[in-house]
């Protein structure tokens, strides 16, 4: 094998062991390990037990949502496509770049025939013959690992023409983003696919119905296909992992100050607190005051106990939890995600555009002592109209740390006008 940069010393644990039962080992597992350890086993029975409406219709009782923020019926999402005639593509979305976000990475550079797996079988219940990998340019360990992986498992009859000798076809290819935020998108990530500037587009039509060259597409997240090759496997037991509606393992990569951060794999009944439990606690026995989840929002102490499921009460999301102790301060810590969104911001809306610029610039006035009660009125008129004005999820979910942080820690707004950081982490001589 080759010699592969950057795969980091990842901590990873598990309470259940199936997204992660290989990728705990912090080392690349290859394909005469991944088969001697029950892999493409769910393969073989799809395609020799199993009819691609049986896959759909397990996938739909499943309750399986989309593991990269959205958290949309994975089984709808796939009936939409399959009313549309073929071809029919699948992508698979590995543009993981979300602040805070690793959860991904983990298991492509760990375990990447669980995502292939998980990706033939996909294929087989869709009817696609080409698949898609749109990996971030920043995971360059990530992608090598993949070509190699696939090449593996072309080589074992996995993948290409008439894999394990049935009627079935279908080949992966791997594709590498440029370091663009917003190819994470799935109409950008499309366009970008096809060769032109990566700016989202307007849905309806949603990829589903129109996607890669007009044609319908599935995009899928890392984690929700790799869920898949379980699913099968486990059949009706998997709806005894987790909570009623919501089952299945979920990955929740924490850190920031907690002993221990990494990737932990848990049912979603799990709760803010027992997942910082589950890393250790927080760091150096300080007190807790914040978690910022990606785009998601922020929470405070008194969110500890909510799930995080996808319920109406559940967090959701990618499961991203960035954790701040009482020595950070929040507006230094939404101008760090300020700074990404106002960075990363396509540019097409103007709200979004010039929406995420204001947003920085005030939060910066808060941070030198410029701001006035004027600028608190600012912010909240922002965090109501970018997303209102915006095309896409960046659009929507920009203001949603300020917005929550103006709810939740509105007197650190107020402290930092009167030049006060509660954190001392502001107005340093
Ligand atoms: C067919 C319909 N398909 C919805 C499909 C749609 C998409 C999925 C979700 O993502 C989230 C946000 C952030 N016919 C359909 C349909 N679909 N209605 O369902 O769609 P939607 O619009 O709810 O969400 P979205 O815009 O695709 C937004 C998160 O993504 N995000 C960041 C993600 C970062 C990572 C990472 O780093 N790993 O994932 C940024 O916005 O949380 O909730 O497939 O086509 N009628
Ligand atoms: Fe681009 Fe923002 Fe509009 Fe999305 S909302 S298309 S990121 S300008």
């Given at each position: 094998m080759r010699y592969y940069p950057n795969i980091p010393d990842l901590n990873a644990n598990s309470s259940?062991?199936?997204?992660?039962?290989?990728?705990?080992?912090n080392r690349t597992v290859w394909i005469e390990e991944y088969e001697t350890t029950g892999g493409y086993s769910a393969l073989k029975k799809a395609l020799t037990k199993l009819t691609p409406e049986d896959i759909v219709i397990m996938v739909e009782e499943s309750t399986l949502r989309g593991?990269?923020?959205?958290?949309?019926?994975t089984g709808r999402k796939w009936r939409f496509a399959l009313a549309n005639p073929k071809p029919r593509y699948l992508i698979c979305n590995?543009?993981?770049?979300?602040?805070?976000?690793?959860k991904d990475r983990i298991i492509i550079e760990r375990d990447p025939h669980l995502l292939i797996e998980g990706m033939i079988i996909s294929a087989y219940a869709l009817g696609a013959e080409l698949g898609f990998i749109y990996i971030r340019g920043e995971y360059p360990a990530g992608y090598m690992i993949l070509e190699d992986a696939i090449e593996e498992a072309r080589k074992k009859g996995?993948?290409?023409?008439?894999?394990?000798?049935?009627?079935f076809s279908f080949d992966i290819l791997v594709y590498r983003g440029a370091?663009?935020?917003?190819?994470?998108e799935e109409t950008a990530l499309i366009e970008s696919l096809e060769g032109k500037r990566g700016h989202p587009r307007l849905r309806p039509p949603y990829p589903a119905n129109e996607?890669?060259?007009g044609r319908p597409t599935v995009v899928n997240n890392v984690e929700t296909l790799s869920n898949i090759p379980i699913i099968v496997t486990y059949e009706s037991y998997y709806?005894?992992?987790?909570?009623a509606g919501y089952y299945g393992p979920k990955l929740f990569p924490i850190s920031g100050k907690v002993k221990n951060p990494g990737v932990y794999e848990s049912t979603?009944?799990?709760t803010l607190r027992e997942l910082i439990d589950m890393a250790g606690g927080m760091k150096d026995g300080k007190k807790f005051k914040a978690v910022f989840a990606g785009a998601l929002g922020v929470y405070s102490?008194?969110?500890?106990?909510?799930?995080?499921?996808?319920?109406?009460?559940g967090f959701g999301g990618t499961g991203t939890t960035i954790v701040l102790a009482e020595d950070d301060c929040i507006i230094d810590a939404l101008i760090v995600i300020g700074e990404f969104f106002h960075h990363e911001?396509?540019?097409?809306?103007t709200p979004c555009r010039v929406g995420t610029y204001e947003l920085l610039n005030i939060l910066k006035k808060f941070q030198e002592g410029t701001a006035t009660e004027k600028d608190i009125k600012y912010l909240e008129h922002l965090c109501e109209n970018i997303p209102v004005g915006s095309i896409c999820g960046l659009g929507y979910s920009a203001p949603n740390a300020v917005r929550d942080a103006l709810k939740k820690f509105r007197d650190e707004f107020y402290l930092h006008i009167e030049k006060k950081c509660p954190a001392g982490v502001c107005f340093k001589e």
């Open positions: 259940i062991n199936l997204l992660l039962k290989r990728a705990k080992e593991r990269g923020g959205a958290g949309f019926p590995a543009d993981e770049s979300e602040p805070g976000t690793f996995y993948l290409g023409k008439n894999i394990l000798g049935t009627d370091g663009a935020y917003i190819c994470g996607g890669l060259f709806m005894s992992i987790g909570p979603m009944d799990i102490e008194r969110d500890l106990d909510t799930p995080m499921d996808y319920s109406p009460k911001s396509c540019g097409k809306c």
